[in-house]
């Protein structure tokens, strides 16, 4: 991978009527690269992919492609090509004939058509199927084909819109995993929107978290999940608890607060905020802890298992604290792990370097 980035947004601005959709928003990404964007509903991922796919221009900044400005080129004229969620297949023409399309339309020679075409068969599987028509393939089937479709002209860029979303549970799962292979095998950057943050942690090297046109967070699926930088980061990405508060004092390699609710919590901390500045803490139901309520009970507190429900060898569990909070904590099966029945008095701590305090 050389030193510059294959894609780069700089400092990119777009509103529609005043509203802003995008907003000074900078990114980078590499050669090679699976890249997802992530973010609830109308925080303006797709406002960012069809600006980098030219339909759309920005109001300010720039798009660089391989250190080239192509912030005003055309769509046709950009390395980077667009698979939409409706796939948008031909439904008149065979899957080697919709795979072909763009390659034709560029006035590629009959027989290097056919062998690229036999290509990206193999690639996505099809191989048996070309003469098939899209009313003729599962959704599944028709989702490879316009990856196929797409791959077919080897952009530099390919950017993937909710590329999942019209498949069943089970077949997206599988689904992921091609799309990881195609990835890797064709070396184009992927860039994937997606609601789905388990699709994103499964599937990307990278992710963004998005929020209101801005990007609150970039990093590896692991570095998002385990040190969110934000609130909107914590409760976006995986499952968490929050207790909200204020900053009482110092600790080594934290804070210590008091929730709203009159608990004394201590975690680790990134940030420096003032002493009485408002935080909330984020633990991950993984990291709390149930115990007997006893007389060493520290950085927690007591409460009632209000659920509890076995699945996937994990059981978790819904406490209600005394102070009224609800709490969600998550136990694997193993050694000193308790099974607490409904009812149960107990004592839910964590340790303070497994939970963030994040600045409100
Ligand atoms: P979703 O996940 O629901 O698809 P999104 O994150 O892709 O949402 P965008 O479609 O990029 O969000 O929209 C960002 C904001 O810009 C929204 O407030 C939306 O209403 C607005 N917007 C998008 N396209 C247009 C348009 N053509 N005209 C006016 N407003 C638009």
Known sequence: MSGAPLLRLERISKSYGGTPAVQDLSLDIPANEFFALLGPSGCGKTTLMRLIAGFETPDTGR????????????????????????YAL??????EQNIAFGLKQEGCARQEVVARVADMLRLVQMADLGKRRPDQLSGGQRQRVALARALIKRPKLLLLDEPLAALDRK??????????????????????????????????HRMAVMRSGSIDQIGSPREVYEEPQTRHVAG?????NFFDGRV??????????E??????????CRHHPAIGARVTISIR????????????????????IVDHVFREGLSSFRVRLETGDIVHVRQGQ???????????????????????????
């Open 248 to 257: 009482m004092q110092y600790m080594p390699g934290g804070v210590e607060i």
């Open 171 to 204: 077949l997206r799962h599988d689904t992921q995993f091609e799309l990881m292979q195609a990835q890797r095998e064709t070396g184009t950057s992927f860039v994937v929107v997606t609601h789905d943050q388990d699709e994103a942690m499964v599937m990307a």
């Open 63 to 86: 798009i660089l492609l391989d250190g080239i400005d192509i912030t005003h080129l055309p769509p046709h004229l950009r390395p980077v090509n667009m698979m939409f969620q409706s």
């Open 90 to 95: 031909f439904p008149h023409m065979s899957v």
């Open 334 to 360: 193993g050694e000193g792990v308790h099974d607490w029945a409904r009812g149960a008095r107990v004592f839910v701590s964590f340790a303070p370097e497994r939970a963030r305090a994040l600045v409100v």
């Open 236 to 240: 976006f990405v995986g499952e968490t």
């Open 285 to 304: 139901p993984e990291h709390l802890r149930l115990s007997a309520p006893g007389v060493f009970s520290t950085n927690g507190g007591i409460g009632e």
């Open 259 to 268: 929730t709203t609710k009159g608990l004394r919590l201590e975690a680790a």
